[in-house]
């Protein structure tokens, strides 16, 4: 079931960013607007989201910065889709000794 959510569910700080972060515990299936700029986008979530973590807002290529805040805090290991959570499990430090992107990154 498809819910639509109320209020500020979930911020963007930066238009270069490419993750927002929920603002409450969110759920996959939900749809969020986000504001980017002047624009706002709708994106569905495809999994659940917990309060303070990260999800992207464009599709995210596998070693390709991951950007919050305006700033890198990482790069994808994988491809990650618009909604999916965006955290360890699909990201690493840019000082990862055993990197997936061998150096790689844009």
Same mark, same amino acid.
């Given at each position: 079931?498809?819910?639509?959510?109320?209020?500020?569910?979930?911020? !963007?700080?930066?238009? @270069?960013?490419?993750?927002?972060?929920?603002?409450?515990?969110?759920?996959?299936?939900?749809?969020?607007? !986000?504001?980017?700029?002047?624009?706002?986008? !709708?994106?569905?979530?495809?999994?659940?989201?917990? +309060?303070?973590? @990260? +999800?992207?807002?464009?599709?995210?290529?596998?070693?390709? +910065? $991951?950007? @919050?805040?305006?700033?890198?805090?990482?790069?994808?290991?994988?491809?990650?889709? !618009?909604?999916?959570?965006?955290?360890?499990?699909?990201?690493?430090?840019?000082?990862?000794?055993?990197? $997936?992107?061998?150096?790689?990154?844009?």
């Amino acid at each position: 079931m498809e819910t639509m959510i109320e209020g500020r569910p979930a911020v !963007v700080l930066n238009p @270069k960013d490419n993750v927002g972060i929920a603002l409450s515990d969110l759920k996959s299936g939900d749809t969020v607007h !986000v504001i980017i700029g002047n624009a706002e986008f !709708v994106i569905k979530l495809l999994n659940d989201i917990p +309060f303070g973590h @990260k +999800f992207a807002i464009r599709d995210i290529r596998k070693c390709d +910065f $991951v950007i @919050k805040y305006g700033h890198v805090i990482g790069r994808a290991k994988v491809d990650i889709r !618009v909604g999916e959570h965006v955290h360890v499990h699909n990201i690493e430090s840019l000082t990862a000794v055993h990197s $997936v992107c061998r150096g790689g990154g844009k």
